[in-house]
């Protein structure tokens, strides 16, 4: 669990930015190099600039149960719940997007109700399961998620998590 900086532009109009190595430098120092593709008027991109030391990030698990329900045992559950906290240890707000998975059934009798704080986004990027939280945190806060999920199947059947 750790956070990686991300600086992200959009290309003014005009001539296109051709492509070509770039020097990166974080709060005047430098911190390595990278390369740009060539880069139209109004195109996005992102540059990698590495684990963000000042972002402390934490993923516990709160809890994992699982049992059955009905009178007969009629069906199987499956609940886990997380908690995810940021801080941010900067001097200024920062902009998170906080990104994890989530299980998707392939079988209409399996269900999969996610728990605690809605996603702000799920199948991030077109990626099944995968949802994400995007916030601001102000300078020296913490933003904590509560993240869980439950499944439920029929008895007579068996799951395996991929």
Same mark, same amino acid.
């Given at each position: 669990?750790? #956070?990686?900086?991300?600086?992200? /532009?959009? /290309?003014?109009?005009?001539?296109?930015?051709?492509?070509?190595?770039?020097?990166?430098?974080?709060?005047?120092?430098?911190?390595?190099? @990278? %390369?740009?593709? +060539?880069?139209?008027? @109004?195109?996005?991109?992102?540059?990698?600039?590495?684990v963000d030391d000042r972002v402390r990030v934490k993923h +516990?698990?709160? %809890?994992?149960?699982?049992?059955?329900?009905?009178?007969?045992?009629?069906?199987? +559950?499956?609940?886990?719940? *997380?908690?995810?906290?940021?801080?941010?240890?900067?001097?200024?707000?920062?902009?998170?997007?906080?990104?994890?998975?989530?299980?998707?059934?392939?079988?209409?009798?399996?269900?999969?109700?996610?728990?605690? +704080?809605?996603?702000? %986004?799920?199948?991030?990027?077109?990626?099944?399961?995968?949802?994400?939280?995007?916030?601001?945190?102000?300078?020296?806060?913490?933003?904590?998620?509560?993240?869980? *999920?439950?499944?439920?199947?029929? #008895?007579?059947?068996?799951?395996? *998590?991929?």
């Amino acid at each position: 669990a750790k #956070a990686y900086l991300y600086a992200e /532009m959009t /290309m003014a109009s005009g001539a296109p930015l051709l492509t070509g190595p770039v020097s990166l430098f974080r709060d005047g120092v430098f911190v390595g190099t @990278g %390369k740009l593709p +060539t880069l139209a008027g @109004g195109e996005d991109h992102k540059l990698g600039f590495g684990v963000d030391d000042r972002v402390r990030v934490k993923h +516990t698990v709160r %809890k994992q149960q699982r049992g059955e329900t009905g009178l007969i045992s009629s069906s199987r +559950t499956d609940s886990r719940s *997380y908690k995810i906290s940021v801080t941010n240890l900067h001097k200024r707000p920062v902009s998170v997007t906080i990104i994890d998975q989530a299980p998707v059934s392939a079988d209409a009798e399996i269900k999969v109700d996610v728990l605690g +704080t809605p996603p702000t %986004k799920r199948n991030v990027d077109d990626k099944r399961g995968v949802v994400s939280w995007v916030s601001e945190i102000a300078p020296n806060a913490e933003k904590v998620i509560d993240f869980g *999920y439950r499944v439920s199947w029929p #008895a007579a059947k068996e799951i395996r *998590y991929r």
